[in-house]
């Protein structure tokens, strides 16, 4: 029967038949010793509350709680992660597709490669669960770190839903400090910092694109899109885009976080080189020279893509100002 697995899974106003599409997903895993937690960050559509009722009557193997009051989705995982006792942890999205191998062949993979988090590739679908990206490993340009690699440390490894990491993880990532500003991000950290990471490069769910996403598969050009429409295409307004939500959202403020939880002298000293790296860019308005640094902290395998807009947009704003102005 295997070991029992924690499943946790944070919903607030989610769309109702996403919801019933992923928890079914989950309790019709091939590997059934799992534990589905469940915490509703009080959702304003108190029928999602009604059907996660439902599901633990009908399923010995769903707990759920009920929040009185919104905690935000950071603090609705920290609660999630205190609730869980087994030796397995994974995180689930309230709106993805698992499929039916998905917890089999985490746990496996993770055990065989001796490791303290695997995760895996994913296909992009849209509302209607049509596939329009096969692996969001390439789409995105998300590095496969097989062991250790501080690339773990400056970028998010490994979307939160295709995670699966150890009792051991979870331990050290509680209680969570104020920098905490992805969890996915952070327990990556902790298991590069343990016994490593394994990247498995099947497809394992369905990860859902949709305009209600929190962050969602959306790329340069969405965002900025978005950014535009609500701030405007000067020049200033990008370079406001770009320290706010590129450098400090996506870089910086997951540096920070990682430093709090450093406990190898080596990675602290290195992040902290990281962490000035950040901050020289957000003073730099038309071009900045520290192209080296650049290379030592972010370049990785299969990233070629990703690290041509990150150069353009770190190091050379006006030149990526006028590369996505339209």
Same mark, same amino acid.
């Given at each position: ?20 599409e ?7 895993q ?30 010995k ?33 309230h ?30 679908i ?18 496969? @770190?097989?062991?250790?690699? *501080? $690339?773990?440390? +400056?970028?998010? %490894?490994? /979307?939160?839903?295709?995670?699966? !990491? ?25 298991a ?34 978005n ?7 000067t ?9 706010e ?29 990281? @962490?000035?790296?950040?901050? *020289? $860019?957000?003073? +730099?308005?038309? %071009?900045? /020279?520290?192209?080296?640094?650049? !290379? ?31």
């Amino acid at each position: 029967m295997g070991e029992k697995i924690d499943i946790i899974l944070a919903t607030y106003n989610t769309h109702i038949p996403y919801l019933k599409e992923q928890i079914d997903s989950i309790l019709n895993q091939t590997y059934q010793n799992i534990h589905l937690i469940i915490s509703d960050d009080n959702s304003p559509n108190k029928e999602i509350q009604e059907i996660l009722k439902q599901y633990e009557k009908q399923d010995k193997r769903v707990t759920i709680y009920l929040q009185e009051e919104n905690k935000g989705y950071i603090k609705n995982f920290e609660f999630l992660l205190k609730e869980s006792e087994a030796n397995y942890i994974m995180f689930a999205d309230h709106d993805d597709i698992w499929y039916p191998q998905k917890v089999e062949k985490s746990i496996e993979t993770l055990k065989k490669e001796n490791v303290d988090l695997a995760y895996c590739d994913a296909e992009q679908i849209n509302e209607k669960g049509e596939i329009i990206h096969k692996s969001y490993l390439t789409y995105k340009n998300v590095p496969c @770190i097989q062991g250790k690699d *501080n $690339l773990a440390i +400056s970028r998010c %490894i490994g /979307i939160g839903c295709s995670q699966i !990491f150890t009792k051991k993880v979870k331990q050290r990532m509680l209680p969570f400090t104020d920098q905490v500003m992805a969890h996915d991000w952070l327990s990556a950290f902790i298991a590069n910092e343990e016994n490593g990471i394994y990247c498995i490069k099947e497809p394992l769910l369905g990860y859902r694109l949709h305009n209600t996403n929190v962050f969602g598969g959306r790329n340069l050009s969405q965002n900025l899109a978005n950014w535009k429409e609500e701030h405007g295409n000067t020049y200033s307004s990008y370079l406001k885009y770009r320290k706010e939500s590129v450098i400090n959202k996506a870089y910086l403020d997951g540096a920070k976080m990682c430093l709090q939880y450093a406990k190898i002298e080596e990675d602290k000293k290195w992040i902290k080189q990281l @962490i000035k790296y950040y901050e *020289n $860019l957000e003073n +730099s308005k038309y %071009i900045n /020279i520290h192209l080296a640094k650049y !290379f030592k902290f972010l370049k990785g395998k299969n990233l070629i893509k990703k690290m041509i807009k990150e150069i353009l947009i770190f190091h050379f704003p006006i030149i990526a100002y006028l590369a996505f102005k339209y």
